[in-house]
């Protein structure tokens, strides 16, 4: 195999994802699966850290459409990204994988508050560092917190792992035709306006000319694949 092209990941973690088929919650393979697959990187020595999206449990945006005040819906999807980041941590230890959850909210007793210099610590140290709370604020998503993370840890490369495999030309769940870049620049995602990412975390990623690589996390081996330099998924390139 080819040798390992990143040092230092930031994953973004579908929330979505951890449910599996099912229409809620959390499915036991696939959860066990992805750890698998973060196993696999962590044991060549890549520092990982995550962001967890909240997609199978609540989204302020849903919360807002049936009439709540949409900050308070906001942070009711932030505390449901913590859920998943204990999850995950939880799934992660039982498995052997060192891990420590670091919240955007502070909530004693349940994670350390964020900070960057301790969560640098962390991750050289050969813990996985699960970064709950998104940004901390309302109106913003993981995406951008994700992009955020990846700037302030000094990440090499940002991973979006979805249910899809890549970055279409449009929706693929809404519209069968569309067809899956290999490449593309952040401005070509931004004028295009591709919505598998936020335009503001697309944004962030440009600026601190962060590439990102989009992969379903559903495929096997994709994420180690990725660290060896091979071709998976999308590739977004400043
Ligand atoms: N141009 C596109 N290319 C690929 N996927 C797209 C595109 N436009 C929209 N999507 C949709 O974006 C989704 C992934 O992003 P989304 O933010 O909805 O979920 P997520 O990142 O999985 O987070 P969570 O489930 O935690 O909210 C895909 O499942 C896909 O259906
Ligand atoms: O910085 C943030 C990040 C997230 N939220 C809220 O959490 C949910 C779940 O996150 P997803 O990115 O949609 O998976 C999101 O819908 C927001 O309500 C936030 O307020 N700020």
Redesign the pocket.
């Known amino acids: 195999m080819t040798s390992i092209t990143c040092r230092r990941i930031l994953l973004k973690l579908?929330?979505e994802a951890l449910m599996g088929p099912d229409a809620f919650g959390y499915h036991g393979e696939t959860l066990a699966g992805i750890v698998k697959q973060i196993d696999e990187v962590a044991a060549l020595g890549v520092e990982i850290g995550i962001v967890v999206?909240?997609?199978n449990l609540?989204?302020?945006?849903t919360?807002a459409l049936s009439g709540m005040d949409r900050a308070t819906?906001?942070?009711?999807?932030?505390l449901?990204?913590v859920m998943n980041a204990l999850a995950l941590k939880d799934a992660l230890m039982a498995a052997g994988v060192p891990a420590q959850v670091m919240t955007?909210v502070t909530i004693a007793h349940v994670g350390e508050p964020f900070e960057r210099d301790a969560a640098v610590r962390h991750l050289e140290a050969g813990r996985v560092v699960i970064f709950g709370?998104?940004?901390?604020?309302?109106?913003?998503?993981?995406?951008?917190?994700a992009a955020l993370r990846a700037a302030e840890i000094g990440a090499d490369l940002m991973l979006k792992a979805t249910k899809v495999d890549g970055v279409y030309s449009a929706d693929p769940k809404k519209d069968p035709s569309a067809t899956r870049y290999d490449e593309l620049t952040f401005d070509e995602a931004i004028a295009r306006n591709l919505g598998v990412l936020d335009t503001a975390a697309f944004a962030l990623c440009r600026e601190q000319k962060m590439p990102l690589q989009v992969f379903s996390i559903f495929k096997a081996g994709a994420l180690k694949r990725i660290v060896h330099g091979e071709a998976e998924g999308t590739r977004v390139v400043p």
């Not at 609540?58 to 945006?61: D, E, K, L």
């Not at 940004?135 to 995406?143: E, I, K, L």
């Open positions: 579908s929330g999206g909240g997609g609540f989204r302020g945006a919360g819906a906001d942070s009711m999807g932030m449901a990204t955007a709370g998104g940004t901390g604020n309302p109106f913003f998503t993981t995406d951008t917190a």
